[in-house]
């Protein structure tokens, strides 16, 4: 299923013309707030309907709540407080009980809770909340929590006001179940505000949540909005975890990563996103601003479209991928934040098996040498697209035209602005792109599925390839994911990635932000975004 071109063209025009907030009362653009400079501004406020993106998935986590999350946890060795992976507390639910056979999982609400609305939380909100994340056609929802939850209408069940049931097929999902409900994905909408804006053709208020942000539970609440320069945000005194310490986020768009640099730098603002890697070194090194190390998910990678000339064939996915300069990247660009890359899969994760892996490594004889076996002639011409904002990766694409030049290929840099990358990324357009992304749920059915599940709008690559869908099967139907089992299957569907390279890792990325030396409360997140609600000036 792909995202209708018509949805995404739209996108940028509502937002610019007609975003009419819930409640624009929330002061102008002078009055006192922490101040967080950023490249972009979300590209919708329905997760149904535009669900990547950094300046959106930051969005989305500090407007919205989950019935529970992974609980946060102080750093060691350097590291950055982050979350626990494998334990979860409750944020939406009080608690809940899972029954003997582990099939199924009861959640007694917090219906102390309030929405951004001012809506107390009850069980309506929870099963409308499902039944929308599943029943929208552009949501990728259903894609992303295969086999897990399939069906909301048989495995989502309203008890009473304050208890929700879910039912699992396989007590060896419950792991992926409780990650998935910790994460994004499943934040929780307030029914009563969607379904006051619904109509006949469309009852879950898509088309209106597109421009209207006010239908969550989250820590705060969009208060105003210029589209193209400001979002303004004030702190939901009903938040489940209680209110926040920062009442009032103003966030805005600044283009050039350099004067978001020097915002912090100077003290024109506290946060700065989407820096450049020698930018954060050069705060860090004068020590004008907090730059953090964190025990990091996030890759910078390369999609390839195996479904059209020149990556449709294996041999030229391979060659590429010894035709990046890996060691390159990691100095030139990232200085050191950037590091090599064997599994995709958390290497913190019980049972965790690699073996017969090895990162990726430049070899542009072996480059020449595969096309050349394949019958290619060479160079092969292609097409390589960056978004504009993420300066990251613009210096990373000119790094690879270059080396690549010698391993028998011939690269054209394409650079658009987010909205447009957005629309060719889920209309797969590009033949190639550059990404800067994570698995928000660790669990690795999940990692493995995420970007490969065939049909699904974030399949980038648009991979469908028997032997991996057979592994991330088997591996399901081996129970506890982390059983040896399991894990024998995982290591088997990774190896076939690294074989055919639907999707070349070039490393794991340090977060790209910086922080003012006053600011505490940062918290690393598997999603990648800032917490506002951790935070303490």
Not at 423 to 434: H, I, V
Not at 510 to 518: S, V
């Amino acid at each position: 299923m792909k995202i209708p071109k018509k949805v995404v063209l739209g996108l940028t025009a509502m937002l610019a013309s007609a975003m009419v907030l819930t409640a624009c009362g929330g002061g102008s653009s002078e009055e006192s707030g922490l101040v967080l400079v950023t490249a972009a501004q979300p590209q919708s406020f329905s997760y149904e309907t535009s669900a990547t993106g950094y300046e959106s998935a930051e969005f989305f986590m500090n407007t919205g709540a989950t019935l529970i999350r992974n609980p946060y946890v102080a750093g060691d060795n350097g590291m950055a407080a982050h979350q626990q992976l494998f334990k979860f507390e409750p944020e939406l639910a009080k608690s809940y009980d899972v029954s003997a056979d582990k099939k199924v999982y009861t959640f007694h609400l917090n219906t102390a809770a309030k929405s951004v609305a001012g809506n107390a939380l009850d069980a309506d909100d929870v099963i409308f909340s499902l039944q929308r994340k599943f029943k929208v056609d552009t949501s990728i929802v259903p894609f992303i929590s295969k086999p897990v939850l399939t069906d909301p209408d048989t495995q989502v069940r309203k008890i009473d006001d304050a208890t929700v049931e879910i039912s699992i097929a396989d007590p060896g999902f419950g792991f992926t179940l409780l990650s998935l409900l910790a994460n994004t994905p499943y934040t929780i909408y307030d029914a009563k505000v969607l379904k006051s804006h619904a109509t006949a053709t469309d009852p879950y208020g898509v088309e209106w949540s597109k421009t209207n942000a006010d239908f969550g539970f989250g820590a705060y609440k969009l208060t105003d909005y210029t589209p193209g320069q400001q979002m303004v945000y004030e702190a939901n005194p009903g938040f489940a975890l209680g209110a926040p310490k920062v009442k009032r986020i103003v966030q805005r768009v600044v283009a050039d990563p350099g004067q978001r640099s020097n915002l912090v730098k100077s003290g024109g603002a506290s946060i700065a996103t989407q820096l450049r890697p020698a930018d954060q070194v050069a705060l860090q090194q004068a020590n004008a601003a907090q730059v953090f190390t964190v025990p990091t998910n996030a890759y910078v990678y390369i999609p390839l479209l195996t479904t059209k000339a020149p990556f449709d064939n294996p041999a030229v996915r391979r060659a590429f991928a010894s035709a990046v300069p890996y060691e390159s990247i990691m100095k030139n660009v990232y200085h050191g934040r950037l590091g090599p890359l064997t599994s995709i899969l958390n290497d913190t994760l019980p049972g965790y098996n690699a073996s017969g892996l090895q990162p990726n490594s430049t070899d542009p004889q072996r480059s020449l040498q595969l096309l050349r076996d394949a019958g290619i002639s060479t160079p092969v011409k292609f097409t390589l697209t960056v978004n504009n904002a993420v300066p990251d990766l613009k210096e990373t694409a000119v790094q690879i035209q270059t080396a690549a030049a010698s391993a028998g290929f011939e690269v054209t840099i394409n650079e658009v602005n987010s909205a447009v990358f957005q629309e060719g990324l889920a209309n797969k357009t590009f033949q190639a792109s550059m990404g800067r992304d994570y698995a928000v749920v660790q669990s690795p059915p999940y990692v493995l599925s995420l970007f490969y599940t065939p049909g699904s709008p974030i399949n980038w690559p648009d991979f469908d390839y028997a032997p991996l869908n057979d592994a991330i099967a088997a591996g399901n139907a081996a129970g506890d994911p982390l059983s040896t089992a399991a894990w024998t299957q995982w290591n088997n569907a990774t190896r076939i990635l690294a074989d055919q390279m639907p999707t070349v890792y070039v490393g794991y990325v340090q977060p790209l932000n910086a922080f003012a030396n006053n600011l505490k409360g940062y918290v690393f997140r598997t999603d990648n975004v800032i917490d506002y609600s951790e935070l303490e000036q």
